[in-house]
Every structure is written in structure tokens, then in C-alpha cells.
């Protein structure tokens, strides 16, 4: 494999994101910020919908007129569990709602739409099993809040994608392997395999479909070789299959102090469309110990030739940030604040170029960031 790395320091400005209704209406924020004064922090954005294999497979169908934009977190000072909608995805759109029935949050939740339904997938508040509820229509109640098995347990966030008419659901254990857990149906239980060991020390990750393959990528737990420095992906056309994940490539190795400076602080997500894969991460840079800790919003993509470029901005995160398609083919990225923890959205070309400048879209988060996708 190729791989081109090469960084693009850039001052930006872009648009934030917006949101449309659902439940109980809770809050909407539409204030300009100034990214250099803001360290920035967690949020997993996903991707359209439709099944098309275009996208990140969060869907396959929308003939219940679900709103084009949505994403979700626990609470930045408790661990009820919020998502945001909009209609357009532009700023002042977007409307924040609680999950209710009593469920809570330690990390941050994930959500797909499968077979017009949607689903949200969520470590426990003081459980570490993995839980889920879902959602029939835009206007009904949300049920659920049980089990995806009485085996998934994690610590982490986690991350869910729609591959082969399935959903599947990615968690690190709690012996730092990775599994993913799977139904055809979208009804619990989830059958669990394991596509990558234990001695892999996974960290962060997320699940991705892009065409006929799915892709896991993640960072290391250790620091042995630089681990930290590093992103990793696997792919498989038959994810179902645990001896399928024999492909393994490193995408990216940031520059600097090896202990101090990580490929991906906290957290990456990942969208594809048209065989190429967009991801956004949280890039830590420090030359050695005690220099500041640079920590900053960073942006790749993965060609259909596996060719890797990426660059980084000068808006600030230590959180996972996440990243969604829009209609007009582009891309939202949205981070919370380091400091206020505030959910902020920017708008991005193909190519990563700024369009508009982040605008706080509501919501505010801590650990384990924020999933999002959209749908048209």
C-alpha cells in the first residue's frame, strides 16, 4: 500500500450544523466561537443512510420522513442521554431532546436507522453491559433500554454501522480486544465474535461500511514501537466471519515526542462515499515532556487505491470528533469544547477546505464524545 502524508496547517472558518424536533425539547444554541480560545472535545459523527453502501450504511430507507441530521451523547455533568435533530443541518436548525426511560450513560452512545427503525446503542450508566432502544417512527416513543446480549461488555464508547442487510455493533472488552456483536433483525440478543485479539491493546475505534467491505479502525493501548502514534484499519467483505480480518495496515503516524503525541486523541469516526473513506480525529502533538500538549481537530482520507492524506486545523479537541455526510455533498464535523464541553459544528468540503466556521449547535458533552449520522 501507498501512503501520502502530508499536513495542511490551516486557520479556518466554517459552518455549524442545526436541528429539527422529536421529543421533549430541551435546548438550542446558535453563538459564534472563537476556536483558539476553545480546546475542543468528544463527538462521533456517522454518516448517511440507505444501504447503498455509499455511506457509512446507517440505514437503508426513509419512508418515515426521519429528520436528514441527528446525533447523540451522554450529558457533560450527568449521564442521561441526549441526541440533537435537524432537518437541514444548517446553525440555528437544531433541536436537543432526552433519551428518557430512565437510561443513562457512562460513554458515548451510537445510532443507526435500520429498516426505517432507529436505534441507539449505549454502554450502561453503572453497567458495563451494552445496551440499546429504539424508535419505531419520528413521532413515537422511544422502547426499550435492555441488553444487547448478556455478554458485551465494555468500558468505552461504542460504534455501529449497517453492513449486508445487519446490524452490527462494535465494543472493546474489558481485556482491551475488540468484538463486534450483530442481528440481522435489529431484536436482541446480538451474536458477539472477536475480529481483533486481545494482544491488539485496542483503545479507540469505530466501524465503517464503504461499499462491499467493512472496516474497523483503531488505535493502541500500548506505547510499545510508537503504538500510540498510530492509526490501524482492517477490512472484511464477510464481517461475520472472524477469520475474514486478515488485512492490517497502519494509515498514520504523527509526528513528535512518542509518549506525549497521539494519532488520535480520545476517539476517531470515520464516513465513506464513493470508495473513499473521511475520518475525523483528535491529533495530540508535544515535543517532549513539559511542553503544552497541542491538541487539535484533524481530518483524513482513505482513497479507493488506500492512498492516505490528512491534515489538521487550529480549532482545538481532546474528545473524539465525529463526522456525517450533507446533502450537497459535503461533510459536518462536529467537537465539544475542552474547556465549556459545548457541542460546535463545522462544515467541510471533500477535500477537507473549510466552508464555514464551527457554530455551537447545542448540547454538551465530556467522555466518549458524541455519534451522529444522517439521511436523506
Known amino acids: 500500500m501507498k501512503s501520502i502524508k502530508y499536513v495542511f496547517v490551516v486557520l479556518i472558518v466554517t459552518l455549524m450544523s442545526s436541528c429539527s424536533q422529536d421529543d421533549d425539547f430541551l435546548t438550542g444554541k446558535d453563538a459564534f466561537f472563537d476556536c483558539l480560545d476553545d480546546d475542543c472535545g468528544p463527538i462521533l459523527i456517522g454518516p448517511p443512510g440507505g444501504g447503498t453502501g455509499t455511506s457509512n450504511g446507517n440505514g437503508n430507507g426513509d419512508e418515515h420522513n426521519w429528520p436528514s441530521y441527528f446525533y447523540t451523547h451522554k450529558g457533560q455533568t450527568s449521564r442521561n442521554i441526549y441526541y440533537s435533530t435537524s432537518t437541514t443541518g444548517e446553525p440555528n436548525s437544531w433541536t436537543q431532546y432526552q433519551l428518557g426511560l430512565g437510561a443513562q450513560s457512562s460513554s458515548g452512545p451510537a445510532s443507526v436507522l435500520f429498516k426505517n427503525k432507529r436505534y441507539l446503542f449505549y454502554k450502561g450508566g453503572s453497567s458495563e453491559n451494552v445496551f440499546m432502544a429504539t424508535r419505531e417512527t419520528p413521532t413515537s416513543s422511544w422502547q426499550g433500554n435492555n441488553w444487547i446480549n448478556d455478554t458485551s461488555k465494555t468500558d468505552f464508547p461504542v460504534s455501529a454501522t449497517v453492513f449486508d442487510d445487519k446490524i452490527f455493533v462494535a465494543h472493546r472488552g474489558l481485556n482491551n480486544s475488540l468484538y463486534l456483536s450483530y442481528s440481522s433483525t435489529g431484536d436482541a440478543p446480538y451474536t458477539q465474535i472477536q475480529p481483533i485479539t486481545t494482544g491488539e491493546n485496542v483503545r479507540e475505534f469505530c466501524i465503517v461500511t464503504n461499499g462491499d467491505k467493512m472496516f474497523i479502525f483503531w488505535t493502541k493501548q500500548t506505547n510499545t514501537s510508537n503504538d500510540r502514534r498510530k492509526i490501524y484499519y482492517r477490512y472484511s467483505e464477510t464481517p461475520t466471519d472472524e477469520s475474514s480480518w486478515q488485512y492490517d495496515e497502519t494509515i498514520l503516524e504523527v509526528e513528535g515526542d512518542p509518549f506525549y503525541s497521539t494519532a488520535a486523541e480520545n476517539g476517531l ?108
Not at 473549510?354 to 448540547?363: C, R
Open 269 to 376: 469516526s470515520a464516513v465513506a462515499l464513493n470508495g473513499k473513506i473521511y475520518m475525523a480525529f483528535g491529533r495530540q502533538f508535544a515535543v517532549e515532556f513539559p511542553n503544552p500538549r497541542e491538541r487539535h481537530v484533524a481530518f483524513g482520507i482513505l482513497d479507493e487505491n488506500e492512498v492516505w492524506t490528512w491534515r489538521y486545523y487550529d480549532y482545538r479537541t481532546q474528545r473524539r470528533p465525529g463526522i456525517m455526510l450533507t446533502e450537497d455533498s459535503n461533510l459536518l464535523i462536529s467537537f465539544a469544547g475542552e474547556y465549556n464541553h459545548d457541542v460546535y459544528t463545522m462544515k467541510v468540503d471533500l477535500d477537507g477546505d473549510v466552508l464555514s466556521a464551527p457554530i455551537e449547535t447545542g448540547g454538551a458533552t465530556k467522555r466518549g464524545g458524541v455519534n451522529s449520522f444522517s439521511c436523506f
